[in-house]
């Protein structure tokens, strides 16, 4: 076997190292440039042959983050931000079933069973950032960053690696390839009903988008908690546009928090400020040759005496319609298209699409989310000036149509579990 230490050199002697032809190592604490990278985990004869056990270490660059006792195999990589095209195979010698997952639970893939030593190979794009902002005249000697909080700190959305991970009953990672690519990017703005929901049974549409879009990166910086304000003041809408180049599509759903009361710092009247955000942030969009969608906020499960939602969002869906038809900005208009999915499953089985075991009311489980992300992938696809493809194996899914919540892709072993302790936080409860 060869080691390579961290300025690429080929070093003898006991351990593993990558192929020294395509890695070059930054030095420690940084990350490392990137030519196309290969591992192998089973009978796969090509690139770095990796141990099972092998834990990560951020000298060599690379090890297993799978969480002790979980039902996931995930591997990380220490990568600069940018857009990777991934191509995992999968199988080995026993039958396994597979399900494809990135960085904090973005679905790549439907589950793919195997029979014992069938293989499958499966090519998709990752998005990678880090929380590093542009310096400019007006900063300090060092350069502001994206405000973290909550489990930020311990998840795999904002550290300086990609993770790949395969779970389910009898997972089966055999080989997996990594190479820079350039690639179209879709960008998301939002709060915890869109961001990468990694604790519990917790999951949202954005999470989910990049298993139904065909070509393009997904970049999902929505954060639990969010308001347009906060958004702002956090830097987080600035790292978005950092990341976002001309003919890329910014995905733009706020409303959730911005209309609390209680939180007087980010309340945004629908009638007042939370109008004017909108219009801003088609302007910012805009100004870099992007494309802005607008979004109305998912609905809560919310259900009258009639057996039909009563709006919670009353004034702001109507606020994002109005801002989108003055702008000319193409609409999503979730609040109408989840009402129709939570009374199409009707008030005995609409909690079947939420978390903490169906309690939520607001926030969405793996099938919820799943659907949501289904309808949303088409809506976009449909947009002819976007010109967003939907993936190839698209499945049928409207509103008025849902899955069977207890016949759909996923089952209850394919859903991983990233975190020890689930930090949820989905929506930040008020000091008293």
């Given at each position: 076997m060869i080691k390579i230490?961290?300025?690429?050199?080929?070093?003898?002697?006991?351990?593993?190292?990558?192929?020294?032809?395509?890695?070059?190592?930054?030095?420690?604490?940084?990350?490392q440039a990137v030519r196309p990278l290969a591992f192998s985990f089973g009978a796969a004869q090509t690139g770095t042959a990796v141990p099972t056990d092998l834990p990560y270490d951020a000298a060599r660059g690379y090890g297993f983050t799978s969480i002790p006792g979980g039902n996931e195999r995930a591997f990380s990589v220490r990568l600069a931000p940018g857009d990777y095209e991934v191509t995992v195979t999968l199988g080995g010698a026993a039958a396994s079933r597979n399900s494809l997952w990135a960085e904090d639970r973005r679905l790549m893939a439907d589950p793919v069973a195997l029979a014992a030593g069938e293989t499958r190979s499966l090519t998709f794009i990752v998005n990678v950032r880090d929380t590093a902002l542009v310096l400019q005249e007006t900063d300090a000697a060092t350069p502001p960053h994206v405000s973290l909080r909550g489990d930020d700190a311990i998840g795999r959305d904002?550290?300086?690696?990609?993770?790949?991970?395969?779970?389910?009953?009898?997972?089966?990672?055999?080989?997996?390839?990594?190479?820079?690519?350039?690639?179209?990017?879709?960008?998301?703005?939002?709060?915890?009903?869109?961001?990468?929901?990694?604790?519990?049974?917790?999951?949202?549409?954005?999470?989910?988008?990049?298993?139904?879009?065909?070509?393009?990166?997904?970049?999902?910086?929505?954060?639990?908690?969010?308001?347009?304000?906060?958004?702002?003041?956090?830097?987080?809408?600035?790292?978005?546009?950092?990341?976002?180049?001309?003919?890329?599509?910014?995905?733009?759903?706020?409303?959730?928090?911005?209309?609390?009361?209680?939180?007087?710092?980010?309340?945004?009247?629908?009638?007042?400020?939370?109008?004017?955000?909108?219009?801003?942030?088609?302007?910012?969009?805009?100004?870099?040759?992007?494309?802005?969608?607008?979004?109305?906020?998912?609905?809560?499960?919310?259900?009258?005496?009639?057996?039909?939602?009563?709006?919670?969002?009353?004034g702001y869906d109507d606020a994002v319609r109005d801002v989108a038809a003055k702008l000319d900005v193409p609409l999503i208009d979730l609040t109408k298209e989840t009402a129709t999915f939570y009374?199409?499953?009707?008030?005995?089985?609409?909690?079947?699409?939420?978390?903490?075991?169906?309690?939520?009311?607001?926030?969405?489980?793996?099938?919820?989310?799943?659907?949501?992300?289904?309808?949303?992938?088409?809506?976009?696809?449909?947009?002819?000036?976007?010109?967003?493809?939907?993936?190839?194996?698209?499945?049928?899914?409207?509103?008025?149509?849902?899955?069977?919540?207890?016949?759909?892709?996923?089952?209850?072993t394919d859903w991983p579990v990233m975190r020890l302790v689930s930090t949820q936080n989905a929506e930040p409860v008020p000091a008293k």
């Open positions: 230490d961290h300025v690429g050199r080929r070093l003898a002697g006991s351990g593993l190292g990558l192929a020294a032809a395509w890695l070059m190592l930054g030095a420690p604490g940084q990350a904002w550290d300086d690696a990609l993770t790949i991970s395969v779970s389910g009953a009898a997972p089966a990672l055999d080989a997996l390839t990594i190479a820079p690519v350039t690639a179209r990017r879709v960008l998301i703005a939002g709060d915890s009903t869109v961001a990468d929901q990694a604790g519990g049974d917790y999951a949202s549409w954005g999470q989910m988008l990049p298993r139904f879009l065909a070509g393009v990166s997904v970049a999902n910086h929505a954060r639990s908690g969010e308001t347009m304000k906060s958004f702002l003041t956090s830097f987080r809408w600035d790292r978005l546009l950092q990341d976002t180049r001309p003919g890329d599509v910014v995905l733009i759903q706020f409303g959730h928090n911005d209309e609390k009361k209680q939180w007087p710092r980010t309340y945004a009247a629908f009638d007042g400020a939370y109008p004017a955000y909108l219009v801003a942030f088609v302007a910012d969009v805009r100004q870099h040759g992007a494309q802005p969608v607008l979004i109305t906020p998912v609905a809560r499960r919310t259900f009258g005496k009639a057996g039909t939602i009563d709006n919670s969002h009353a009374e199409t499953l009707g008030p005995d089985r609409a909690s079947a699409a939420f978390a903490n075991g169906g309690k939520e009311k607001t926030h969405h489980n793996a099938y919820g989310a799943y659907e949501i992300a289904c309808f949303v992938a088409h809506d976009l696809s449909g947009f002819a000036e976007l010109k967003l493809k939907a993936a190839a194996e698209m499945p049928a899914c409207t509103p008025s149509h849902p899955a069977d919540p207890q016949h759909w892709a996923l089952e209850a």
